[in-house]
Each structure stands twice: as C-alpha cells, then as structure tokens.
C-alpha cells in the first residue's frame, strides 16, 4: 500500500517559517507527483503545490509564490514545503498526496491520500 505522513506543523509567529515534510512508502514506480494541500478550519480544501518526481513540473498556488518552496528528495521519497514569512491565514491542516505519473495519467491528480500535520500561524 501506499502511504503518505506529513510532519513538521507546529505554532509559529507570523512572519515565521516552517518545514514540512511528506515521506511516501509502498511506491511501486519511481515516475509520480505529489501535491500538497491545505484545509483551514470551517474552508475547502486548497492545493498549494504540485512536484514532480522525473518530469521537472513544479507549480505553486499564485497566493503562495514567493513565499513557499517544494522540492523533493527523489532517493528517500521525501517531498518538502519550506513556509517563509508566514500569516495567520496559513493556519491549517496541510497534507499531501499522490499519484502515479504515466502516459495515460500524467500531471497532478492525486489517487494516494496522507494525515496531515497541522500549522497554526499567531498574529
């Protein structure tokens, strides 16, 4: 099976930073995309990147250009969100998924969903 556990929330002060970061198990194929996304008390559910494993497609949410990075380790299947300059309305559950890449289903459409690990950002 395949899993996904996101870690590295906590409370921060705005302005702060943090790092996530998404281990991935159980991946059978070394060609896949993982998103991150957020879900803020009583909102829906936001996606906030998307990185590839072999295809070099990286995308960020507009409303977090300059301010979040994702990048991932390819040999440990890990996927990090590096958070700067945080706000208080970046308070949420983030956490991340995954699908295999392929020629049929190419780009970000998750099919391998993980827990999140919650940021709460004090003003």
């Known amino acids: 099976d395949v899993q996904l556990q996101a870690s590295g929330g906590g409370l921060v002060d705005s302005g702060g930073s943090l790092r996530l970061s998404c281990e991935i198990s159980?991946?059978?194929?070394?060609?896949?995309?993982v998103v991150w996304f957020r879900q803020a008390p009583g909102k829906a559910r936001e996606e906030v990147s998307c990185?590839?494993?072999?295809?070099?497609?990286?995308h960020s949410s507009e409303r977090m250009k300059g301010r979040f990075t994702t990048s991932i380790a390819t040999t440990i299947k890990t996927v990090y969100l590096q958070m700067d300059n945080l706000k208080p309305e970046d308070t949420g559950n983030y956490f991340c998924?995954?699908?295999?890449?392929?020629?049929?289903?190419?780009?970000?459409?998750?099919?391998?969903w993980g827990r999140g690990t919650l940021v709460t950002v004090s003003s």
């Open positions: 990185i590839s494993s072999r295809h070099g497609s990286e």
């Open positions: 998924a995954a699908n295999y890449w392929t020629d049929f289903h190419p780009g970000c459409h998750p099919d391998f």
């Open positions: 159980g991946l059978q194929f070394d060609d896949y995309a």
